[in-house]
């Protein structure tokens, strides 16, 4: 299998001069920053991955006077913590993006939801964004940006939760359709991004999209910042261009005697020794919103997903029966192969449980616990049993 | 027009339209469980998922929009795993003991569990993994949390029906749970009682508090004469749930079915409604003199209705400021009440200690107001029992009576008669209306200038009604109400009843007379009436209460001879000292948060 290799990139971390690159933005249309967008293949870089242009796009074709940038910084999802660092270092690129995106689909007035956890940064950061309000004001364009925090719910981070959670009502996941860009935030139309996606369009503004796509796959455009960490050396902050194997990855940062790595968090993939050469990261094969974390052959993976199940029975929001009693009855249910009150064939049935969870969950926190469990249980099995 | 493929049948529906109704135009029948017709999508329970072919995931029919070109299929391989999972999840975290429930054969679970999940489970139970409490400090009804499968239609009936939310969701996850302010016994938050919860409750979580074996106790002491009224929605829904379809009068058969039951008296709730009215009229005729001509300042207008304990206890929380804008009136069940053991027993020559007063209500919240402190006038606890339209069906039934053959017979005399206006109580404006027929009588002594004294304007389903009526041709002693218009509204269901408050306390409410019901529809969408409930079948049960009132030969509760003789023997006249021992009743402010 063909592949880009290994290589650390600096684009999100890149000092740029903000009101240069606004500048750049605010002469071409809205129009014109969403064909950009579109042209470089940017993925949102949250973990779903959907075009970012597309979202645009579509929140953009909404007629209403009223619409809203939201940035998603609720950095939940066990083993990622990027977010923090980029809004620690580099702010003003964030408020740049969102500035971007509000230019592109007609927008107003922004929002950061940023995580509870984080509430350490927001001196910090609200000082940052007085003084990126005077840029925009320089620039002489219409455009606010203010904070709301979160409470340390996992949920909340699903972008229909975030909105309900903004609105002062119970972080819960709404029924979709319709979209936040048809009804997001208020139930106005909303382009919801992360922190790291909007850090990335200021940067395709600026070096412009062929730059951005010579970076990465077809499939994923660009480079990507990861929150290395378990088994490693060197646990931290990297940033890497797309495209890569996990073997690849392992090399780089494994302690030498890693046995599988968990991408993409609680909600992502395990993947085994047997299967790091031919698994690349990224849309094509195991998707991230960043976290990778290594295990060595002193863990035991049973601990592992049991600390999995355990999160997700606790950070369900509980309003849907797959994934409220789903959650508890996969936690209990390895529990008793564990201890041999079930038999190992029980996994299987579990197994199927979590099929059902992810067709039938309402959000994608229900749909994706099933990631972590099949992908462990199927290749740990004798970790799970004995 | 959206057109689309529900198991390869084409539909073709309205924009909006979900799946789930698109389907059941084509009679594909999908099972659901938190949808409710009277409440908003919420997609939670996932029971109705279906399959689009295309689509990476499940989708839920009762919350997806219809989309030109859909391809959907109701009943595949996939979608019976995932509905037969979903039953089973649901069934392990609630406490099943089926056949000692008050819900048994009537529980939309166990239903389910019929068609999809019978037989052994794979699944681990979850109902011991979790405290849980059972709640029976309302008197009205018993919130058991083990029996609770979270799909909130309770939470949605709180908040969008009556704008009150004593229930809302707590935590989450594994914890995530129904519970109360502060998680307080619902007899200590602000609760009205009304039981529109328990209406919509699909399992046994929420249930009335039942006195069934109270009222069978009482029937069967030999020292005790046991006395019962029947509220006017009550025999317009009873039938529901003995077999007849929604909107079947049933009055004669019920009165029948009473005394088989073996009460001594079989008494009607519809006499003191004709007596409410008669008091009631002359308070606010009262109270717009003082006002108007006196300028009485302590005097408060508009005037609210105060026979619904629920709308009595949701001001009491929430605008205690306008107490003294209640009718001091009674309820009719407990005018009944405090009558049933002073003058009932004065004519029947019975000891009052004797007597078992029992109600059967359309109500829950009547369970609440018969233990109010105020209601002992009597010198007795006024009310001994309140049931609901279904425990009365439940005790038809454990008699072994076979309704549908029974013969009609005519209530007991002495608080047996009633007229057409009495009986319109138990619908959305029929207290207005009722009054309007007397009160336009007793100040002009004409009949109102309405066609067939059908006073339609304040009839319907409408949230908030509005009618003026001008009044011309007053009698001498009313002269100071010539050619006034008298305004007035009515609302039904606490969140309508929130909005005429709101009105008013923005100085947007110019009306004299405002009746409220805490209920949707009136008393024929209680908190005690057959379950389901949905505006068709409130509608029928609307219906038939106008229709008891056409076929009544008396209309105007002034004619009622009985509270004609009740006065000239007992009370005096309206609003006497006497009728004010009795009748009438106080207010007390309670907390709000």
């Known amino acids: 299998m063909k592949n880009k290799g290994l290589s650390k990139v600096d684009l999100i971390f890149e000092k740029v001069n903000p009101k240069e690159v606004l500048t750049k933005a605010f002469k071409m249309s809205g129009d014109e920053i969403i064909q950009q967008v579109l042209a470089s293949g940017l993925k949102g870089r949250g973990g779903a991955g959907f075009p970012t242009g597309l979202k645009w796009k579509y929140t953009a074709a909404e007629k209403s006077s009223e619409k809203y940038v939201v940035c998603n910084a609720d950095e939940g999802e066990p083993g990622t913590f990027k977010d923090r660092e980029i809004l620690d270092r580099v702010s003003y690129k964030v408020y740049g993006g969102m500035a971007i995106a509000a230019r592109a689909i007609g927008a107003k007035q922004g929002i950061v939801y940023l995580r509870g956890e984080y509430k350490f940064l927001l001196p910090q950061l609200l000082k940052e964004l007085e003084s990126f309000h005077k840029i925009i004001n320089e620039i002489g364009y219409d455009f606010k940006i203010r904070y709301c925090m979160g409470s340390g719910a996992y949920i909340c981070g699903e972008e229909s939760a975030l909105f309900e959670s903004i609105q002062g009502d119970r972080g819960e996941p709404r029924n979709k359709p319709p979209y936040p860009t048809t009804s997001g935030v208020f139930y106005k139309p909303t382009s919801i991004n992360n922190v790291e996606t909007l850090v990335t369009v200021m940067m395709i503004i600026k070096h412009g999209a062929e730059a951005f796509t010579q970076l990465g796959t077809k499939d994923s455009r660009g480079s990507k910042v990861f929150s290395v960490s378990g088994d490693t050396p060197t646990p931290g902050i990297f940033e890497l261009e797309l495209g890569m194997t996990v073997l690849q990855f392992v090399n780089e940062f494994g302690d030498g005697d890693t046995k599988a790595v968990q991408v993409g968090g609680a909600s992502g993939f395990c993947v085994p020794r047997k299967k790091f050469s031919d698994t690349i990261i990224g849309f094509e094969g195991v998707p991230t919103g960043g976290s990778m974390k290594l295990f060595n052959s002193s863990r035991s993976m049973y601990n592992v997903l049991h600390n999995y199940l355990d999160f997700f029975a606790e950070e369900s929001c509980g309003q849907c029966t797959p994934c409220r009693v789903g959650c508890q009855q996969l936690l209990k249910g390895v529990e008793k192969v564990k201890k041999g009150e079930a038999k190992s064939t029980y996994l299987n049935e579990l197994v199927k449980l979590a099929d059902t969870m992810k067709v039938a969950s309402k959000c994608g926190l229900g749909q994706s616990v099933g990631n972590a469990f099949r992908t462990i249980v199927e290749n740990f099995k004798e970790e799970i049993i004995y | ?593």
């Open chain 2, 1 to 593: 027009m959206i057109n689309l493929n529900i198991n390869d049948h084409f539909v073709s529906v309205p924009e909006g339209t979900t799946v789930l109704a698109a389907a059941q135009k084509l009679k594909i029948s999908i099972p659901t469980l938190c949808n409710h017709p009277d409440l908003c999508v919420a997609g939670n329970c996932r029971v109705c998922v279906v399959e689009q072919r295309g689509a990476r995931t499940l989708i839920a029919s009762c919350a997806t929009p219809v989309s030109e070109g859909m391809d959907i299929h109701t009943n595949t391989l996939k979608v019976r795993n995932a509905r037969k999972h979903i039953v089973e999840l649901l069934l392990t975290e609630h406490r099943s003991d089926c056949t000692k429930c008050y819900k048994n054969t009537k529980c939309e679970l166990q239903a389910l569990a019929n068609e999809f999940a019978f037989g052994d489970t794979i699944f681990l139970d979850l109902v011991e993994d979790h405290p849980y409490t059972i709640d029976r400090s309302s008197p009205s009804f018993i919130k058991d949390d083990s029996k609770c499968i979270h799909c909130q239609r309770c939470v949605r009936t709180c908040a969008e029906l009556q704008y009150i939310s004593a229930i809302a969701v707590a935590n989450k996850g594994a914890h995530q749970k129904i519970s109360s302010f502060h998680d307080r016994p619902m007899s200590h938050v602000v609760c009205t009682n009304c039981g529109q919860c328990v209406n919509r409750c699909p399992t046994g979580a929420l249930v009335e508090k039942t006195y069934i074996d109270n009222v069978w106790d009482a029937i069967y002491d030999p020292e005790k004469h046991v006395v019962v009224q029947t509220a006017p929605a009550v025999r317009v829904a009873l039938g529901e749930d003995l077999g007849y379809d929604p909107g079947e009068r049933v009055t004669g058969k019920m009165v029948t079915a009473l005394k088989q039951l073996g009460f001594d008296s079989v008494l009607d709730t519809d006499f003191t409604a004709d007596l409410t009215i008669m008091e009631e009229g002359t308070e606010l005729l009262t109270r717009l003199k003082k006002v108007l001509v006196d300028g009485d300042k302590k005097t408060k207008i508009p005037m609210f209705t105060s026979c619904s304990p629920g709308w009595i206890k949701f001001i009491e929380h929430k605008y205690p400021e306008y107490l003294p804008n209640l009718s001091t009136c009674k309820s009719p069940q407990q005018m009944f009440g405090a009558l049933a053991k002073t003058y009932f027993a004065k004519s029947k020559k019975l000891d009052p200690s004797k007597i078992v007063s029992v109600s059967v209500m359309p109500c829950t919240a009547k369970k609440f107001e018969a233990d109010r402190p105020e209601m002992r006038a009597s010198g007795y606890k006024d009310i001994d029992f309140v049931l609901t339209t279904r425990e009365l069906a439940v005790m038809i039934k454990q008699a072994g009576i076979d309704f549908r053959v029974l013969r009609p017979s005519t209530y007991d005399s002495v608080m047996g008669d009633s007229t057409g206006a009495g009986v319109i109580f138990g619908a959305t404006g029929g207290v207005m209306e009722a009054a309007l027929r007397t009160a336009y009588e007793i100040v002009t002594g004409r009949e109102v200038p309405f066609s067939n004294l059908n006073i339609t304007p304040v009839r319907g389903l409408d949230g908030v009604k509005e009618a003026t009526i001008k009044i011309e041709g007053c009698t001498d002693e009313w002269k100071f109400l010539e050619g006034a218009e008298l305004k007035v509204a009515i609302a039904h269901g606490l969140i309508n009843a929130n909005k005429i408050m709101k009105r008013l306390k923005q100085g947007k409410a110019p009306y004299h007379f405002i009746e409220i019901m805490a209920c949707p529809g009136g008393c024929i969408g209680g908190g005690g009436q057959p379950i389901p409930t949905s505006s068709e079948i409130r509608e029928n049960r609307m219906m038939a209460i106008y229709s008891e009132d056409e076929h009544m030969v008396l209309r105007k509760s002034h004619e009622n001879p009985d509270v004609i003789a009740l006065y000239k023997d007992f009370l005096g006249k309206p609003n006497s000292h006497q009728a004010h021992e009795l009748l009438h009743t106080h207010y007390v402010e309670r907390e709000s948060y």
